[in-house]
């Protein structure tokens, strides 16, 4: 167990909808990262919220948005959903600081939400 | 384009055999190279190795770094069915601190 905590576990939404998922991030984490997860492939960079800012984003388009709250929980809302957005969607916590140190760097996963868009 | 490639994608043993998992990376403003194994959902963390040519160990699991040829292994010794699961390599890139994945080592162990 990691900490990190992750909502809903599954989730069916149909081509046009709009969802919400959520995250919180292990104590004493100030940083969330979230990951999306095609069926057969390594996750994929979507976006990093570092003491409520974006802090680097992937090659997704702007309907994909975040936000981190002051706990440093936060937030992934996808709009106007298409059918290859389903996937598992990962968030993982983190605290980075020292270079090299393994606890700070690293980067730990919540369980996923799975999403269906049909 | 920053890239993380495994070898092999899919890797069938017997319980008690060693096994070698391959990454290699091309990634702008290299930091550290993470192993996460992943049997459900979560990716489970490994090792996280920044330096050169220093094993980390763990059981029966053990990892080294290869900044020279850009690349990472990961030992299994006396595999159990137990370690079947998708092993995934990730390398950490400095600034933006997002890892980028591999597509993962599938791993089935038989009994």
């Known amino acids: 167990e990691t900490g990190v905590t992750q909502s809903p576990t599954h989730l069916i939404k149909t081509r046009g909808q709009q969802v919400t998922l959520r995250c919180s991030s292990q104590s004493g984490h100030n940083t969330v990262s979230w990951y999306q997860q095609a069926l057969g492939q390594g996750p994929q960079f979507i976006f990093q919220y570092y003491r409520e800012e974006e802090n680097g984003r992937g090659n997704f388009p702007p309907r994909f948005s975040g936000l981190q709250f002051p706990n440093y929980s936060s937030e992934l809302n996808v709009n106007a959903l298409e059918l290859d957005d389903s996937a598992l969607y990962l968030c993982a916590s983190s605290r980075p600081g020292v270079t090299g140190s393994d606890s700070t760097d690293t980067q730990y996963f919540g369980p996923g939400t799975r999403l269906t868009v049909l | 384009e920053d890239k993380v490639v495994q070898s092999p994608l899919s890797l069938v043993v017997h319980e008690g055999d060693t096994v070698t998992l391959n990454c290699s990376y091309e990634?702008?403003?290299?930091?550290?190279l993470l192993w996460y194994k992943q049997e459900k959902k979560a990716p489970t963390f490994l090792f996280m190795l920044?330096?050169?040519?220093i094993e980390k160990k763990s059981g029966r699991l053990s990892s080294i770094l290869d900044k020279k040829e850009l690349s990472s292994i990961l030992n299994i010794t006396a595999t159990q069915t137990g370690d079947s699961a998708i092993y995934l390599c990730?390398?950490?890139?400095?600034?933006?601190?997002?890892?980028?994945f591999g597509k993962g080592t599938k791993l089935t162990v038989n009994p």
């Open positions: 990730a390398a950490l890139q400095g600034g933006s601190e997002k890892l980028v």
């Open positions: 920044t330096s050169s040519g």
């Open positions: 990634v702008t403003n290299f930091r550290s």
